[in-house]
C-alpha cells in the first residue's frame, strides 16, 4: 500500500484503490479481524456493489485481501453482517463463517429496485465463498422498495438460543428470529416515529451491553439515519436507542421524541459492530463519510476511510445512559514521542503554542480547568503550512463543544462540507477533557471521556506546524497537555 499519497490516512483503513462505503460483515475468527466493506471495484465512485474485504490482528494494520462477493443474477451485493456459526446449524460446516447480504437490483435512488436478503459461506477464514443455492431466504415484501442491511446475531444461551436479524425499512427496524439462518420468521419491529424520523433508515446494529458502575446491561439499537436526514452536522448520521430486547423485538426504555446521536461530527456512518471480539469487548467502525458529499471529496486514487475502531460502552448520565466511545486500546502500541505540559494559564492575551510540525498522524489530549468562568470559550486550533486552520472548543455558558472546518483546505468540492458544527456537553465538573486523533485528512475528537464524539475529514495540502490553545473572554488553566506522535 503506497502510504505517500495527499491525503491518505494510515492508521485509518481505506482502500489501495476506489470506491468504499459501509463496513460490512464484521467479525472476528481465528485471530483476525475481519471488516467487509461496500466497495466498488471500477472506479472512485459508487457504482454497482461488492463486498472488499480486509483483516487485522490489532485493529490498526489492515491488510486488504480478494473481493469477497460479486454481483451475480440475484442484484449487487449491498451491506450485511457475517457470523460463525459454531454449531453447524445452518449445515454448511461446523465453524462456517456465513454473511448476510442483501441483493439489490435498481440503478439508483429514483430507479424502481427489488432487495431481497441472502447468505454466502465460507469455509476457509473468509478467503473463499459460496452462495447459498436457495438464495434469496428472505424475499422482497409487496409494496416494500428499502428493505436492507441484514445484521445477524445469536441471542440468549449457546443451546436454547436463535439467531435474530435486524432489518431496515425506511422508517422502522424489523426483526426475525431462525434457528438454521435460512428460514426467518418475523418476529416485531420497533420504529414508526421514534427518535430522529427524517432520512432512511438504514444498516441497524443491535447488542447489549453493561452499564459501567452497575450490574445493569441495556441494549443499544444503533440505526444509520440515511440520505435526507439532517443529522446534527447535516445530511447523514447515526442514532442510537437504549432499551430492552426480549428476543423478539427491541423497546426503549426513552421517550418517543428522544433523540441520541452517536457522532456529532458529519463523517460517522453506517457503524456496526464486531461479532465473537475476544474479551466481550464491542468494537464500532463506521464509514468516515456522509451521503451528501461523499461522492466529491478531493482524494483521487482511493475514494472513503474508516473510522478508528471504537470500544463502546455505557454510562449513566443525569440525563440518563449514553453510549461511550473510545478509540480501542491497540491504538496505544502506535505512540512514539510524546510532550507534555502541565499548569499554564491560558488567557485571551496569552495563547499556549506547541510545535507539531515533522508529521501528521498525531494524539493530542488537553485537560482544562475551566473554574471561575461563567462564559466565555477556550479550546484548541491547528494550522497547517498552506494557511488552513481547524479549530474546536467549547462554549462554557452554552455548554456547546464547536469545531470548524471552513479553513481546512480543499473545502469548496461540495457547499455543505465548509462549517462549524455543534454538539451540546454537559460538564459534570470543572473539567473539559479532550482526545484528537488526527491521521492526514481524518480528524476525530472525543470529549469527555468519549460521552461525545466529532469525526471530520480535513483536506489540507499543507505540511501539519502547530498547536494553539487558546481562551476567548476566559482565563482558564491547562493542567494538562500531551502531544503523541503515532507511528504507521
Ligand atoms: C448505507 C447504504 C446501505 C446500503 C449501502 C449500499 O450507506 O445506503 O443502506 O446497503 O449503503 O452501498
Given at each position: ?11 485509518h ?18 485471530g483476525?479481524?475481519?471488516?467487509f466493506?461496500?466497495?466498488h471495484?471500477?472506479?472512485s ?6 463486498w ?9 494494520h ?26 453447524n446449524?445452518a449445515g454448511?460446516?461446523?465453524?462456517a ?18 432487495q ?36 445477524v ?5 449457546e ?12 422508517s422502522?427496524?424489523?426483526f ?6 435460512m ?34 446491561t ?11 436526514a439532517?443529522?446534527p452536522?447535516?445530511?447523514t ?6 432499551g ?10 426513552n421517550p ?22 475476544p ?14 458529499y ?13 473510522t ?18 473510545q ?15 502541565r ?16 508529521g ?8 482544562f ?24 472548543g467549547?462554549?462554557i ?13 480543499a ?7 465548509s462549517?462549524?458544527?455543534?454538539a451540546?456537553?454537559v460538564l ?17 475528537l ?43
Amino acid at each position: 500500500m503506497d502510504y505517500d499519497v495527499l491525503y491518505r490516512p494510515v492508521f485509518h483503513f481505506t482502500p489501495a484503490e476506489h470506491w468504499i462505503n459501509d463496513p460490512n460483515g464484521l467479525v472476528y475468527y481465528a485471530g483476525e479481524y475481519h471488516l467487509f466493506y461496500q466497495y466498488h471495484p471500477h472506479s472512485s465512485v459508487w457504482g454497482p456493489m461488492h463486498w472488499g474485504h480486509a483483516v487485522s490482528t490489532d485493529l490498526m494494520h489492515w491488510t486488504e485481501l480478494p473481493i469477497a462477493l460479486a454481483p451475480d443474477k440475484l442484484g449487487d451485493i449491498f451491506s450485511g453482517s457475517a457470523v460463525i456459526d459454531r454449531n453447524n446449524t445452518a449445515g454448511f460446516g461446523a465453524n462456517a463463517m456465513i454473511a448476510f447480504f442483501t441483493h439489490h437490483i435498481g440503478d439508483g435512488p429514483h430507479q424502481e429496485q427489488t432487495q431481497s436478503q441472502s447468505i454466502a459461506y465460507s469455509l476457509d477464514k473468509g478467503r473463499t465463498w459460496t452462495k447459498y443455492a436457495g438464495n434469496p431466504v428472505i424475499p422482497p415484501p409487496e409494496g416494500v422498495r428499502d428493505f436492507r442491511d441484514p445484521k445477524v446475531i445469536w441471542y440468549g444461551s449457546e443451546e436454547a438460543g436463535r439467531w435474530v436479524m435486524s432489518l431496515a425499512t425506511p422508517s422502522a427496524i424489523l426483526f426475525y428470529t431462525s434457528p438454521n439462518l435460512m428460514d426467518w420468521t418475523p418476529s416485531g419491529r420497533f420504529g414508526d416515529g421514534w427518535g430522529h424520523t427524517a432520512g432512511l433508515w438504514e444498516t441497524p446494529d443491535l447488542f447489549e451491553l453493561s452499564v459501567a458502575g452497575t450490574n445493569e446491561t441495556r441494549w443499544v439499537l444503533l440505526v444509520g439515519a440515511g440520505e435526507g436526514a439532517a443529522a446534527p452536522a447535516g445530511g447523514t448520521g447515526e442514532q442510537y436507542f437504549i432499551g430492552h430486547f426480549d428476543g423478539q423485538t427491541f423497546t426503549s426504555e426513552n421517550p418517543a421524541d428522544s433523540v441520541l446521536w452517536a457522532d456529532y461530527g458529519p463523517d460517522a456512518y453506517a457503524g456496526q459492530t464486531w461479532t465473537d471480539a475476544p474479551d466481550g469487548r464491542r468494537i464500532k467502525i463506521s464509514w468516515m463519510n456522509n451521503w451528501l458529499y461523499a461522492r466529491e471529496t478531493p482524494t483521487r486514487a482511493w475514494r472513503g476511510a474508516m473510522t478508528v475502531p471504537r470500544e463502546l460502552s455505557l454510562r449513566k448520565t443525569p440525563t440518563g445512559i449514553r453510549l461511550i466511545q473510545q478509540p480501542v486500546a491497540e491504538l496505544d502500541a502506535l505512540r512514539r514521542n510524546s510532550q507534555g505540559w502541565r499548569a499554564v494559564n491560558v488567557t485571551p492575551d496569552q495563547p499556549f503554542a506547541v510545535d507539531l510540525a515533522d508529521g501528521a498522524q498525531w494524539e493530542i489530549t488537553v485537560e482544562f480547568d475551566l473554574r471561575g468562568n461563567q462564559a466565555g470559550e477556550c479550546g484548541l486550533r491547528l494550522t497547517w503550512s498552506d494557511g488552513s486552520t481547524v479549530s474546536m472548543g467549547y462554549a462554557i455558558g452554552e455548554q456547546r463543544l464547536w469545531l470548524d472546518r471552513s479553513r481546512s483546505g480543499a473545502t469548496d468540492f461540495h457547499p455543505a462540507f465548509s462549517a462549524t458544527h455543534d454538539a451540546p456537553l454537559v460538564l459534570t465538573g470543572d473539567t473539559l477533557r479532550l482526545r484528537l486523533l488526527l491521521d492526514h485528512s481524518a480528524l476525530e475528537l472525543f470529549a469527555d471521556d468519549g460521552l461525545i464524539t466529532m469525526t471530520e475529514q480535513i483536506f489540507s495540502t499543507g505540511e501539519l506546524m502547530a498547536l494553539e490553545l487558546f481562551a476567548v473572554a476566559a482565563s482558564v488553566t491547562l493542567t494538562q497537555l500531551t502531544a503523541t506522535k503515532l507511528h504507521g
